[in-house]
């Protein structure tokens, strides 16, 4: 939280037309878009809040970029985890710094870079994803923000079961959730928190019911939308067009079964 | 993160009907509901996740609270900032473990209990509240949760302005936050968060052209929806009823006016 | 339309206070409720958007009913169809003066009385239901509100099948549509409008799935979101609950299946 | 209603891809898409509900248009008033078989096209707009669906008022309504049914004042929501982008202000 850029430093240059650009500083390197080029020496040392001007004389805002900023710049190859939902998710899952959290699959890591700033610095996130192409993809995404330090990433099919036990919570963003119940059940501490998001309505179904025969307590579900507004003052209005849908979120504790 | 529920802790007892009670523990004190009673000094030692019995043989699981539960829980004589809008104006507003933030007012307190967790531990919250018994409330709320020393609660008029300065993230959570936008420049760092709700569309009108006129960028307006789901995975259905509004969400970010 | 309340004529009578009561004027008649008694000829012969007063003083206007207001007004014991989905459904099936229309079950009559009314004066509503209890309190509402000429009125399991053919359009609002594909298939017209209202997800998908095998076409899937404002000028925001769910709406039409 | 498609009827031609065209027949006259061509000839004659295959071998089902895709196919060079509104809006309104109605303004006759179906055939719309250009394409549009007859469009500046006395129903979907209620109340019978339909909360604001400054009662105001849903049986779920905004709509109704 320095007053002043500095090599290294993550930078959001905000342009006079809305357009973000997230790049992390290197002495020696460029920037370049189709508003004109800007040297990042030039950003170096440059004050928080200011302005600079690409060669072709276009404005930009020299700008920290918020951890929302950084969820939506990750270069993605499947649907993430958005933040009008990652947000919530944080809360309900009671993930906060000091944290030990399971998350599957990886996907592009999108959502790893929430959890991993909400755990950090003593916590860790213990990231799972069948596909190595993801992986190094979620790799390169954590990297660029920083955060991998936070991370460790495993390529393995969860089936199997997870590594770790008695996490404080588990996150399945994983096609079937309800196969892998029990394996959550084995590395999730009693009465830790289960988080789940499905896109189908016939996903939800089957969660439940597994949610159900496992013994699971405190189960909900619901969506989330955001609808965004224009925001000039003399016309105030949602936009257009909104995101519909990205997926039902479920939550659940696992709680000891007792034999009779 | 103890496996075990010891003197002092939050606990949630979870009842099989659905109801909810938030109690610290203390040997000696005993928990009264219309289900019956139980003594903390069988709760001190029970493991996290198992079930205890009332005295009138009512089971209820022992569980951590999460933040979600203990915003929800909070005492409340306002509207408050809900879960639904918190998780994401913590995204939105960069606010992590270590960030020093004002927020204005307190309210009741509830949207401090998700600030002052997610800055802790080397964070702090900055909560301005001009009447005296709402400070009080928040007090005591903050004081239940163990959240208190992450935060400081100053009774003031922001009218005079905030006595911090470069703070990372400011939020105003009052009638009409565009007569403070000066005060707020000047207490957030160059290029810092400011976010604010207020529940009608004037206001959101008056605040827009304040930030245009105090030279914001990166304004954005939206709304959250949450939408719950009845949990009976044959009769998959949203609830009957939901929350239509709490508030509209403002975000801008503070930059440096240049003089010609 | 006549522009004085005359006998027989349905009034509703709108207070101060926002109540709502719909009397139909009878020569001798009283209108009583907490804010006063009105005799029906002190409202016989007024001007239609006059006020009237209670001999407690209480003012109240006297205007027409719209379907709107009948709608809302019916007796029911069954969740309706409420208007925010009526008179969408009636548009996508293409619902007007003079079409023949099939509706099972008829529930309470309340979308009973939209499909009168559209459909009058040459059209009919083919009602059926099974529940006797049910189909009084539909000819009650139906009577009340002067639209039992259009309407057909039959108690009877669907699963035998519909009377008629060749109708314009079917409405199924019974707990298992999917297995009613076949009688609304014999009774609709080629290419005719079928609309069906369910609670759940599941119900949706096992009439996809019943839609599919049938070989109905044009196959849609829909809900309808009303959010009400407060119309206070200077404060204007959203009520603050509102209904979250009522029904899923699926529309197809059936289409003549072609022998190899 | 005709169970054979004959020449001058409006045909629905729905492709297998879900593509929809509406055509008028015509002897001697072809259909052509990217999808083939189809004579007219080939048409008339033919049963509702079948099957013609284009000179390609596509296939098309022929089909009657509904009330809703006639709305949906009109030319617009405007906003319009769409289906999940119009419905209500009829029903809110009363407006059925018989009504004599005012609209302003026309605009590209969508909702022009639902109004005159709901007052044919005994009823009249009376639709006024100030743009010559917008008038001739709503011809175009009432036109091509054969509801011309129960429309007289009108070329004026409604500020100076509108030529009909005791309507049954007026609606404004102008850019300032609040400036016309003087010239709506003239017009409309006392107790009638007023209604607006306006983009931006500020208008709704002004809106609101005014009716209240006009002696207006029963005053609404509200948005309506469609979210369509994938038709997949096994993995139901809402569209990935819905419409999330059109305007919003108020509701009021006029009644006798009497001098003290």
Same sequence: chains 1, 2, 3, 4.
Wanted: aromatic share 8%.
């Amino acid at each position: 939280m320095a007053e002043i850029a500095s090599e290294n430093d993550l930078v959001l240059l905000l342009g006079k037309d809305g357009k973000r650009f997230i790049v992390r500083l290197k002495r020696g390197e460029e920037f370049h878009s189709h508003r004109g080029r800007i040297l990042h020496d030039d950003l170096i040392g440059q004050p928080w809040g200011w302005e600079v001007v690409s060669h072709l004389r276009y404005p930009f805002w020299v700008l920290e970029p918020s951890i929302h900023d950084l969820i939506m710049d990750a270069r993605r190859r499947t649907q993430i985890v958005y933040p009008k939902e990652s947000g919530y998710i944080l809360l309900k899952m009671n993930i906060r710094s000091g944290c030990r959290v399971i998350e599957a699959g990886t996907g592009s890591g999108a959502f790893t870079i929430a959890l991993a700033q909400a755990v950090a610095p003593e916590g860790r996130v213990y990231s799972y994803e069948e596909r190595e192409d993801m992986l190094a993809l979620a790799e390169r995404n954590l990297t660029r923000v920083g955060l991998l330090d936070y991370v460790e990433l495993k390529q393995r099919d969860i089936a199997e079961g997870f590594d770790e036990r008695d996490v404080d919570a588990l996150f399945l963003d994983v096609r079937s959730p309800h196969h892998y119940l029990l394996q959550a059940r084995e590395a999730l501490k009693s009465g830790g928190f289960l988080g789940a998001v499905v896109p189908t309505a016939n996903q939800v179904s089957n969660l439940l019911r597994g949610l159900e025969e496992e013994g699971f307590v405190d189960v909900e579900v619901c969506e989330m939308l955001l609808r965004p507004y224009k925001t000039v003052p003399a016309r105030l209005r949602p936009v257009d067009r909104m995101v519909a849908h990205t997926g039902y979120l479920i939550f659940a504790r696992p709680v000891a079964v007792v034999e009779p």
